[in-house]
């Protein structure tokens, strides 16, 4: 159990256009997922933290009305890019925690996201 | 100062010897411990977790956790090239809303 995915796991879209990337759990319910960036040879960078049912906590630096975070169910996060820029390029991955299991992470595949 | 420290690497070993990696930290109030293991672009993948200090095994697996030295070890017997990977050391307080990771350390197992 404690499987994770997301969609797209490769995504190429040009500057200006917004990108939508989902998060699911598949066989467990997770109020609170969490949104990370990561470049290349660099570790994970928490963006926000999605919390079903109210409005996601964004890490210092993070722009809310650029990377926006939707957590409408206890099984799906979404994050959508505004606007993006070729800056923007990274990759993407989001984490759910197990409601009741403990405080330990699974996470997703990853969504690379270039901008061009 | 950093919440948790790990040493980036790289580290390069032998196939068939034995992996030795650590993170330390500074915050008392963390409970939770895991390790993750990361290969080139794709998602972390828990591999241990381990609560409060002691000891725990896993197949070619064992994590070590000293909360009184703020020190956490995960040590891989008998490598194998398919255990290259960038591994994470994350460590939790009991609330889960501190929530930290190592830098990661990156490990060639050479054939």
């Known amino acids: 159990g404690a499987v994770v995915s997301q969609h797209p796991s490769r995504v190429i879209c040009k500057s200006g256009t917004s990108v939508k990337i989902e998060c699911r759990s598949l066989d467990f319910q997770a109020t609170t997922m969490f949104w990370y960036r990561q470049f290349p040879k660099q570790s994970l960078m928490l963006m926000a933290t999605?919390?079903?049912?109210?409005?996601?906590?964004?890490e210092q630096g993070v722009e809310k009305d650029k990377f926006l975070i939707n957590h409408a169910s206890l099984t799906l996060s979404t994050l959508t890019v505004t606007s993006a820029h070729p800056e923007d390029s990274s990759f993407y991955i989001c984490s759910a925690r197990r409601d009741g299991g403990g405080e330990t992470q699974y996470f997703g595949p990853g969504t690379r996201l270039l901008v061009l | 100062q950093k919440e948790v420290e790990q040493d980036p690497g790289p580290l390069s070993v032998p196939e068939g010897a034995i992996v030795s990696l650590n993170c330390t930290y500074s915050?008392?109030?963390?409970?939770?411990f895991m390790w993750y293991r990361q290969y080139s672009r794709k998602g972390p993948e828990l591999l241990m977790y381990t609560y409060s200090s002691g000891n725990k095994e896993d197949g070619r697996f064992t994590a070590q956790v000293d909360k009184s030295s703020k020190y956490i070890s995960l040590f891989i017997r008998d490598s194998q090239p398919s255990d290259s990977a960038t591994y994470l050391c994350?460590?939790?307080?009991?609330?889960?809303?501190?929530?930290?990771f190592g830098t990661g350390t990156s490990l060639t197992v050479i054939p």
């Open positions: 994350a460590m939790s307080d009991s609330t889960g809303n501190q929530f930290y």
């Open positions: 999605s919390n079903e049912g109210s409005k996601a906590t964004y």
């Open positions: 915050n008392s109030a963390f409970q939770y």
